[in-house]
């Protein structure tokens, strides 16, 4: 036992340790990127929808509206109309998720006219990238009305980020530093709750109560991801339905129930799939229909997003930092190591095993229930290869104890062959011949049992059995019969064995004199 625990903690602590430090290594190189993204895609769509936003309502450009107007892009003056509807409507706020850099007529004369007038509108431009010199607002709207609509795309095509600031770019046709959805949200918190943003003593911009953490680039499952600008976790709200959906036409017909309109923020953009304004999600890969989410509805889940957290006090995203990731993945292995080392069957460890996996995923899930992503591929790595370690070792110290029992059973088979072999090589031969000095030699049958126990020593039972009194001195001129079988004859001192020396009867091994052969 002394040297089994021993033994037990160093394999036990030996491969956790090596497991962790591998699937920390695995997971700084980017290798198990992939995996927490797609576990946090899952979990996404696992976790359900909420009911739409009431703050917030969508002016979708469809298909049918591009049809009946007949042309692409719409022109300004339907573009006038469209908000001219939803101001006397009592929108709260409207933004127009349309680029009008240059004037598409007929009609650019009461766009301008309508900007001009009515500060509730926030118009787009988007921002100057690798591909692109950017594309600017419309003319004359100052940097503070504007949104950007630019989104963040990983790698995979997925969105998963909001950004809501971006340091100045002076080069940039985009004059705005600040996201479309932003804008909104924040134009509304102050005109309707009197609330203004800023940054707290920690640099973290903070609405209300709300505080925004930014995105690093190694936080939840992401390594090494961009983190330029001003980064946040997308919370979506719901594949399809984050806000009641109109169409232009119905907005322009009169079809829409003034209390979607009243006292929301409107956004206005396209919907329609021939426009390409569409976007992967983490929906994507659910539901047929939810392949992909138009970008005016990207907006409005940020949108809804930040209201949320300020009005509704919905928590934000949490983190844990990267050195309690490390303990977390390595308190996973060590349950797997020891696992291992206290279930050696393997179908129960498989079973144990698994139990362990689905208290990891519900683990996971609890604290993504409560906004906290936290490794999930990870852990389950370590895990299973730390199990998998540990019982290697083991079968391996098994088989080697076995191998050497086996060697020690075939030395011990040698070592008794070699006794046996010896203990034939001295034991006496089975017939031996008495030769008296004064008498012709006389074969004795040694296939006769064992004297009787009676205190006598054997020439005391030879004389008696010869017919004469071991007390009375015997004359040499006695005639004996020599052709007289002497039944349980023992030898007497002159006895002497064929092929052997002949030994003393008082020199003999106790067995000879007890076997009956002498």
């Known amino acids: 036992i002394s040297r089994k625990i021993p033994w037990g903690v160093m394999t036990v602590l030996g491969v956790s340790l090596g497991v962790t430090g591998l699937v920390l290594g695995a997971k700084n190189l980017g290798w198990l990127e992939t995996g927490e993204l797609a576990a946090y895609d899952s979990s996404v769509r696992w976790r359900g929808s909420a009911k739409p936003d009431p703050r917030l309502l969508i002016v979708g450009i469809t298909e049918e509206d591009i049809n009946l107007q007949k042309t692409w892009p719409l022109p300004d003056r339907t573009i006038a109309q469209v908000i001219q509807k939803l101001t006397d409507g009592q929108a709260s706020l409207i933004g127009l998720d349309v680029f009008r850099a240059d004037p598409v007529n007929p009609g650019h004369a009461e766009l301008v006219e309508i900007w001009n007038k009515n500060d509730k509108i926030i118009p787009v431009c988007r921002l100057r990238n690798l591909k692109n010199p950017g594309i600017a607002g419309p003319p004359g709207i100052p940097p503070e009305q504007l949104g950007y609509v630019d989104l963040l795309i990983d790698p995979d095509s997925v969105v998963r980020r909001a950004l809501l600031f971006v340091p100045p770019d002076p080069k940039s046709s985009c004059t705005s530093g600040t996201a479309l959805s932003l804008q909104l949200a924040q134009e509304y918190l102050f005109r309707k709750h009197n609330l203004q943003g800023q940054f707290d003593s920690k640099q973290q911009f903070q609405l209300g109560s709300a505080h925004f953490k930014p995105l690093s680039g190694n936080d939840g499952g992401y390594h090494q991801a961009e983190a330029g600008g001003y980064q946040i976790l997308l919370n979506y709200r719901s594949p399809n339905t984050v806000a009641p959906i109109v169409s232009v036409t119905d907005v322009l017909k009169g079809r829409v129930d003034p209390k979607l309109i009243k006292d929301r923020i409107v956004l206005i953009g396209s919907t329609a799939s021939s426009l390409k304004d569409e976007f992967i999600t983490p929906y994507s890969a659910g539901k047929p229909e939810d392949v992909v989410m138009p970008g005016v509805m990207l907006h409005a889940q940020i949108t809804s997003q ?148 009676r205190g006598l020593d054997p020439t005391t039972q030879i004389d008696r059995r010869r017919g004469l009194d071991p007390t009375v001195k015997q004359d040499s001129s006695t005639e004996i019969d020599p052709n007289r079988t002497i039944p349980y004859q023992q030898p007497n001192p002159t006895f002497q064995q064929a092929q052997t020396p002949t030994p003393s009867i008082t020199s003999m091994p106790p067995n000879y004199l007890l076997d009956g052969r002498y």
């Open 306 to 453: 930040i209201l949320s957290a300020v009005l509704d006090k919905q928590p934000l995203w949490w983190f844990i930092p990267e050195w309690m990731e490390g303990l977390w993945i390595g308190g996973w292995c060590l349950t797997g190591s020891l696992l291992a080392w206290y279930v050696r069957h393997p179908v129960r460890l498989l079973i144990v095993t698994g139990g362990a996996a689905i208290l990891l995923v519900g683990g996971f899930a609890i604290a993504f229930t409560h906004m906290g992503w936290l490794p999930l591929v990870s852990p389950f790595v370590g895990l299973i290869f730390s199990s998998i370690g540990v019982l290697g070792l083991t079968s391996y110290q098994t088989q080697q104890k076995q191998q050497d029992m086996a060697s020690l059973a075939s030395s011990q088979d040698e070592i008794i062959a070699e006794l046996k072999q010896l203990l034939r090589q001295t034991a006496p031969t089975t017939v031996a011949t008495v030769v008296q000095s004064d008498r012709p030699s006389t074969t004795i049958d040694r296939r006769t049992q064992q004297y009787p126990k």
